[in-house]
């Protein structure tokens, strides 16, 4: 699953830097020039505009887990309550069983990076270029949201949490420009989601063996 996670987030990221190309905002990939840069000390040793730019990667990266953290906080919390959402964790579940802190955070990564790369970078500049900024958020949050559907029903929890996370990453993006924010948050709200998800699996898998033996026992008395 990791290798195939590996080429297929590979060719979408791939996919990304082309676009981009064409969406001509090579610069959003990292962070947005700062059109006014901090003033640093004329002693300081490193140049303003680094300055400000390493300033912000730092600001976006604490932002970024904070905010991405909460979210974790949220749907860990509404899914075991919801129907839908049991259902999509056991689904999903069956999928990503014994997976460690790290391969959990590689998976994240992966997606996090290729996915807002095409979605953020790429996608949004070329659709707010034909229509407004405010639409291009709106679009390309649509269209991020219904690519995470599945074949059931209870796949659209799934997809509204995925439109909803769609438009706030991409105001963020618009708002403070560059990949590193919207990244940042959707590593985090992966890395967690993942590994809760996991963990879940190997209760699942639990209770059907107890369950197992408990339905062999019943059986042997009769």
């Given at each position: 699953m990791i290798r195939l996670a590996t080429i297929f987030y590979a060719c979408m990221l791939a996919m990304a830097v082309v676009l981009s190309w064409f969406a001509g905002a090579p610069?959003?990939?990292?962070?947005?020039?700062?059109?006014?840069?901090?003033?640093?000390?004329?002693?300081?040793?490193?140049?303003?505009?680094?300055?400000?730019?390493?300033?912000?990667?730092?600001?976006?990266?604490?932002?970024?887990?904070?905010?991405?953290?909460?979210?974790?906080?949220?749907?860990?919390?509404?899914?075991?309550?919801?129907?839908?959402?049991?259902?999509?964790?056991?689904?999903?579940?069956?999928?990503?069983?014994?997976?460690?802190w790290g391969q959990a955070f590689y998976l994240a990564l992966?997606?996090?990076?290729?996915?807002e790369a095409l979605f953020r970078v790429a996608l949004q500049p070329l659709v707010t270029r034909w229509t407004t900024p405010i639409l291009g958020v709106f679009f390309v949050g649509l269209i991020f949201g219904l690519v995470h559907s599945g074949p059931k029903k209870h796949y659209l929890i799934w997809t509204?949490?995925?439109?909803?996370?769609?438009?706030?990453?991409?105001?963020?993006?618009?708002?403070?420009?560059?990949?590193?924010?919207?990244?940042?948050?959707?590593?985090?709200?992966?890395?967690?989601?993942?590994?809760w998800i996991a963990d879940k699996?190997?209760?699942?898998?639990?209770?059907?063996?107890?369950r197992t033996v408990e339905v062999g026992e019943e059986l042997h008395r009769v």
């Open positions: 610069s959003d990939w990292i962070v947005l020039a700062t059109s006014a840069p901090l003033d640093a000390p004329t002693w300081f040793p490193i140049p303003p505009k680094t300055w400000a730019t390493g300033f912000r990667l730092l600001v976006d990266t604490g932002v970024g887990f904070l905010v991405g953290l909460g979210i974790v906080l949220v749907t860990q919390g509404i899914y075991p309550k919801l129907k839908w959402g049991q259902k999509l964790t056991q689904d999903f579940a069956h999928v990503f069983q014994k997976l460690s992966l997606s996090g990076v290729a996915e509204l949490f995925a439109i909803l996370f769609g438009w706030l990453a991409g105001g963020l993006y618009a708002w403070r420009g560059g990949l590193w924010l919207p990244a940042v948050i959707h590593i985090t709200v992966n890395t967690f989601n993942l590994k699996a190997g209760t699942l898998y639990a209770h059907s063996m107890i």
